[in-house]
């Protein structure tokens, strides 16, 4: 009976000490950054893949999409630009480009539209199918004509956590020109409501919702990123999250 | 004076690959594990479909009220405060949070170190298995672990046996018919479908293969197989370190340590 004890309270110990060594692992930065380079694995196999995130049909949409980022901004920029009804607004696209420019949301409507009803991962676990509308980001980039070295695009946007830290994402060049990857103007066949990230929004349907940066202001063509903020390339990623939002 | 005619003979029972891959995939299935529910803790809800649907919720856990935790399953509440909803935030207090910080792995709720452990520890037990498989397939004794149907007649008898409703337990090789059964669930059906429905919740391998996310019913629907296989390994898990502990624990230990294993007189060699 002793002996059984024994055991019993060993196994115990065994899985009770998982927790605790796990956390002390995962605090060890050394450890840390070895867990990482999985990530980087995961982008070199899958993060160019050509593959298409699957399309769904108008029954299949999501009654109630949810909110889950930071606040709808409330600079008096955007509500200078809300009041306007963004007749104000024009996306920048900047960095290393032939040709900088700044493109006002009318143009950007009267560019050759796509249409997808595709399902929004979110990296806690939901997702939501929503039918999205917009010019696809290549045929953007292509008016500006990013240099030939350039390798990412990164996204920064008008909204910022509660410490003033701007929201901001990136691409590299292919995920940028997969053709389903969209400068959204419309969600569900109405102009894409403020707090889902008004009056436009990346869609990248093969990645999780982070990269989906909601209310982008401008659209930089960098050789790297980083230089930028957190230098991951991404404000989730620079706390932590894998750049590559495939998995 | 009497003395025991019982000849005791050590056999080597596992390669050295076999037990490496054993104890690799053994500490890989419990980080599997920890890191999953702090994932879990993210989104604790499962629902039966592609996209998230409360109206097809099957298991949710939440904390109505600071102090309360629920659970409820198929529409049913139960409480489960200090264990599910409400519990260790793993710093010392306690917080609403699906699972305690005691199960998971970190301790505190971060997701995405959660993430990191959890892909990481993924390929570590994916490998041990495949280890494992080479290993056995190489030395010819996957035949005496996989379940054969010769087998079946055996299974209600061993189970008599486990129950004490029959004194010795059926004739049988290397592993009895119920191990055999257990481990042939476990690693050609369980763990594979483990494999492929977490393949499965990721946008990325969707976009390459849309037909395994429909296979599982949706990214959603996978996600509750996912935890449902999670449930089922630790059910295999609960048995077999019960068995491991009450059928000779130090022989058994001894054998998936050193290799080496002593015959009890109703087993034998080979399957």
Redesign the interface.
């Known amino acids: 009976m002793k002996r059984r004890l024994f055991l019993a309270s060993s196994i115990a110990a065994a899985l009770g000490g998982c927790a605790p060594i796990g956390t002390a692992l995962n605090d060890n930065p050394g450890f840390h950054h070895l867990l990482g380079l999985e990530g980087a694995l995961d982008a070199a196999i899958l993060g160019n893949s050509a593959g298409l995130a699957r399309q769904y049909s108008i029954a299949d949409i999501s009654p109630h999409f949810p909110i889950d980022s930071l606040p709808t901004p409330t600079s008096s920029t955007y509500e200078a630009l809300l009041a306007n009804g963004f007749r104000s607004y024009a996306l920048a696209i900047s960095g290393a480009v032939e040709r900088p420019m700044h493109i006002p949301l009318a143009r950007l409507a009267g560019m050759a539209q796509q249409s997808q009803i595709t399902r929004h991962d979110c990296v806690e676990g939901w997702s939501a199918i929503g039918a999205w509308t917009g010019v696809p980001l290549r045929d953007v980039l292509r008016l500006a004509t990013p240099h030939r070295d350039a390798r990412y695009v990164v996204f920064r946007c008008m909204d910022r956590d509660d410490q003033g830290t701007p929201y901001y994402e990136s691409l590299d060049m292919a995920q940028a020109y997969h053709p389903q990857t969209l400068l959204a103007l419309q969600l569900n066949g109405r102009p894409i409501r403020p707090d889902h990230g008004a009056p436009v929004r990346l869609r990248v349907p093969t990645q999780l919702g982070y990269k989906s940066a909601k209310w982008v202001a401008e659209i930089q063509v960098v050789g790297s990123f980083a230089h930028l903020y957190g230098g991951k390339g991404g404000y989730w990623e620079d706390q932590g999250y894998e750049w590559y939002a495939g998995i | 004076m009497r003395y025991s005619t019982i000849v005791q003979r050590l056999v080597y029972r596992y390669a050295l690959l076999t037990r490496l891959a054993h104890w690799f995939g053994a500490i890989a299935v419990?980080?599997l594990i920890?890191?999953g529910l702090q994932?879990?803790n993210?989104?604790p809800y499962l629902d039966a479909a592609?996209?998230?649907t409360p109206a097809r919720r099957v298991l949710s856990i939440g904390s109505p009220a600071d102090g309360v935790g629920q659970l409820t399953l198929f529409g049913h509440t139960f409480t489960t405060t200090g264990f599910l909803g409400w519990g260790s935030d793993?710093v010392g207090g306690e917080t609403a949070r699906a699972f305690p910080?005691?199960?998971?792995?970190?301790?505190?709720q971060?997701?995405?170190?959660g993430?990191?452990?959890h892909?990481?520890f993924a390929?570590v037990a994916s490998l041990a298995w495949l280890a494992w498989l080479v290993s056995s397939a190489i030395k010819g004794n996957l035949a005496e672990m996989v379940l054969r149907p010769s087998d079946l007649p055996k299974l209600l008898p061993m189970q008599a046996y486990y129950l004490r409703l029959r004194r010795e337990p059926p004739p049988h090789g290397t592993y009895n018919p119920l191990q055999k059964a257990a481990y042939t669930f476990v690693l050609f059906v369980l763990a594979p479908l483990i494999v492929l429905t977490g393949l499965a919740?990721?946008?990325?391998?969707?976009?390459?293969?849309?037909p395994l996310?429909v296979l599982f019913g949706g990214?959603?629907f996978a996600?509750l197989w996912h935890f449902l296989g999670m449930l089922l390994f630790v059910g295999f898990a609960l048995v077999h370190?019960f068995q491991v502990?009450t059928q000779g624990?130090f022989n058994q230990m001894r054998s998936m340590i050193s290799g080496w294993y002593r015959l009890r007189d109703h087993e034998s060699v080979g399957p």
């Open positions: 419990a980080v920890s890191s994932i879990f993210a989104a592609d996209r998230s793993g910080g005691w199960l998971t792995i970190p301790a505190y971060d997701l995405a170190d993430r990191r452990w892909f990481f390929w919740l990721s946008p990325g391998i969707d976009a390459i293969a849309h996310t990214r959603q996600r370190i502990a624990f």
